[in-house]
């Protein structure tokens, strides 16, 4: 990667590397801007951003994935207006660093990511905190802080009413756990998985147009079921009291409001589960979080159905559900381990012959949070 920079820039002195991880949530899917649970795990899968001075106040940004060189004038960040281009999450980022105050550096980045883009793994999230990492320098900023920019970045530039999810475990990442992280309070706790299971995500290669506009309907939505209910947050709901408020409600929002309150129990049953070593509970629990997803909160769509009801005919498999906003993107598997030769080959078999498309399948190894690299001999090759 320095070699690949420098040949872009010309010179590589006094370059940095800074890493921010993608993710895979087990469960709590459209629970974080409802204030709810989640429980993602940060993957190996991961954004890296090289980064060194430029002499001349210019910031110059380079996506391994997009080929051109773009440049800003690192002084007048504030004054860009966003472009509806991947820059955005870029400019998002140095604009909330210079409103805490800190001067943008002139400086010139390379990005090289591992991190399937649109799929559902966040993408978009490890970018982010890999570029504050970057234009921050090593600057001490705190672990909660840093995930809150990025959010701030992708709400207020790039346009998008994300929760704290994404940019909370691609800060708060652990090897070996996933973390269950409470969005009201943004407290964490590290979750021990069991031993004798993996995870797998396959990805469906869509990513059909509603997505965007189908999640701000859905924040929408899940506002209207909070007033309904006479509660700021659907965290504050229980199931019992959206049953009770039904007739109160449109019925697609009672549906949504529906998956978003057994969607928080589900999260909180898992992690018991889990701790428990209960994997027919846990398997159990995905693949209820997946129907909901499917028929209450309605974000599914025919490629992830078909790869989580094929994926629970394979032998070794224990449950399945989409991953991430939905509407394409990844399903997430929990199998034995020595089941998955068996269930990559067949998964890709089947979906290949339905939809004529080859699914890419990664591996869930659960890695560590976003820092600075110190040995550049561990950064993977271009993609
Ligand atoms: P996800 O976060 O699930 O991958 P999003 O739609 O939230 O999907 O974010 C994807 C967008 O993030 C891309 O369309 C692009 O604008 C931007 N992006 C992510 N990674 C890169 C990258 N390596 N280079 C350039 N842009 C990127
Ligand atoms: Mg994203």
New binding site residues.
């Given amino acids: 990667m320095i070699d690949s920079f420098r040949q872009r820039y010309g010179s590589a002195d006094g370059v940095r590397v800074f890493r921010a991880p ?1 993710r895979t949530n087990l469960i709590g899917e459209h629970t974080d801007y409802n204030l709810g649970f989640v429980l993602p795990v940060a993957l190996q899968l991961a ?1 890296y951003i090289a980064i060194a001075p430029s002499s001349d106040g210019k910031l110059r940004v380079a ?4 080929g051109e060189v773009r440049e800003f004038d690192a002084a007048a960040i504030a004054s860009l207006a966003p472009e509806r ?6 400019i998002g980022v140095a604009r909330e660093i210079a409103a805490l105050g800190h001067p943008i550096p002139g400086a010139n980045l390379l ?3 591992t ?13 982010e905190v890999s570029t504050a990492l970057a234009l921050l320098g090593g600057r001490a900023i705190e672990p909660l802080e840093l995930a809150r920019l990025c959010q701030r970045a ?1 709400r207020n530039f ?1 346009g ?1 009413p ?1 929760g704290i999810m ?1 940019q909370y475990i691609s800060v708060f990442g652990r090897p070996h756990a996933a973390v269950e992280i409470d969005c009201r309070s943004l407290g964490n706790r590290t979750v021990k998985l069991p031993d004798g299971i993996t995870f797998i995500a396959v990805n469906t290669m869509v ?1 059909h147009e509603l ?2 506009s189908a999640y701000r309907d859905r924040v929408a939505e899940c506002a209207a079921a909070c007033s309904a209910l006479g509660v700021e947050s659907l965290r504050d709901a229980t199931p019992a009291q959206v049953e009770a408020g039904a007739a109160k409600m449109d019925p697609v929002v009672l549906r949504r409001a529906r998956h978003v309150v057994t969607e928080d129990d589900r999260v909180n049953r898992f992690v018991d589960a889990s701790t428990r070593g209960d994997l027919p509970a846990m398997g159990h629990l995905m693949v209820e979080s997946h129907r909901s997803l499917q028929h209450d909160y309605e974000v599914s769509c025919a490629e992830l159905d078909f790869l989580v009801d094929r994926a629970l005919a394979i032998d070794g498999v224990i449950g399945s559900r989409m991953t ?2 939905g509407f394409g ?1 990844c399903t997430v598997t929990m199998l034995r381990p020595e089941a998955a030769p068996t269930f990559r080959a067949e998964i890709a078999r089947v979906y290949e012959a339905e939809f004529h498309l080859a699914p890419a399948i990664y591996d869930c190894v659960p890695s560590a949070g976003a820092g600075e690299v110190q040995n550049f001999e561990t950064i993977p090759a271009a993609v």
Avoid: N, Q
């Fill in positions: 993608g954004t996506s391994e994935h997009r281009a991947w820059t955005d999450y870029v990005i090289r990511s991190v399937p883009e649109g799929s559902g793994l966040s993408s978009s999230a490890a970018l992708e790039v998008m994300c994404d990513k997505s965007g991430g906003g993107g």
